[in-house]
């Protein structure tokens, strides 16, 4: 039974390019959570996906970030013409349907270390 | 915004004595708050929740209090080993969604 599986592990783009991060969450859940960690800091909630939906994206920058989660596939985290300040590492997390209460478990991938050059 | 934060940065314990490493939040609509360890270059990982009706939790080797009166979270590990050096993370969550917000973490450091 896989876990939350992000791709790549490492990725290096130049200023102005795009960087996709991909995030496969646990089979059967359908809720994906992207976050950002900067070095020696917490976890920044970014956005809350289901399939075909965006339920919250508070966390997300107006500009240059988009998140998806279609149907069929992985969730993709995509940033445009990225710069520096971008460099950190993506984690996508995952939980199973809650019902509406939430209480659930979120599961974390091993991330995305992104560094801008 | 983030609402969750940690009174000691780095804790550094001696192999076999208990560690505690507290958290302050500062949402009193939190409902429900887990305890993540994370290693170098890996992701978070579940060590034990607890949920606002209660004020204690144990599991194996770990127990976190909760004070709701003082909005103020530990997580108490008991045996510290070497393994056990890490982050940890107190998240909070407060809708009804799974949504969790982070503290900037804790970093364990275990002297053999």
């Known amino acids: 039974n896989a876990g939350v599986m992000q791709n790549p592990r490492h990725l290096v783009r130049r200023r102005g390019q795009e960087a996709r991060l991909r995030c496969s969450p646990v089979?059967?859940?359908?809720?994906v959570y992207w976050y950002r960690q900067l070095p020696e800091e917490g976890l920044k909630f970014m956005v809350y996906?289901?399939?075909?939906?965006?339920?919250?994206e508070s966390g997300m920058p107006k500009e240059r970030f988009s998140a998806e989660f279609p149907k069929e596939g992985p969730s993709i985290l995509r940033i445009q013409q990225v710069v520096r300040g971008d460099s950190a590492a993506y984690f996508c997390a995952s939980s199973p349907p809650s019902g509406g209460l939430g209480d659930t478990e979120a599961f974390f991938g091993q991330g995305t270390r992104l560094t801008v050059v | 915004g983030e609402s969750v934060g940690l009174h000691l940065p780095t804790l550094s314990v001696q192999e076999g004595d208990n560690s505690i490493i507290n958290c302050a939040y500062s949402n009193s609509a939190s409902d429900y708050f887990i305890w993540y360890k994370q290693e170098s270059g890996k992701g978070p990982q579940f060590i034990i929740d607890?949920?606002?009706?209660?004020d204690k939790r144990q599991g194996q080797r770990v127990t976190v209090l909760l004070n709701k009166t003082v909005k103020h979270l530990s997580l108490q590990i008991a045996a510290t080993q070497p393994g056990d050096s890490a982050v940890y993370f107190c998240?909070?969550?407060?809708?009804?969604?799974?949504?969790?917000?982070f503290g900037s973490g804790t970093k364990l450091n275990v002297k053999p």
């Open positions: 996906l289901q399939k075909e939906n965006i339920i919250d």
């Open positions: 089979k059967g859940h359908s809720h």
């Open positions: 998240a909070e969550k407060y809708d009804n969604f799974n949504k969790f917000y």
């Open positions: 607890i949920r606002s009706n209660m």
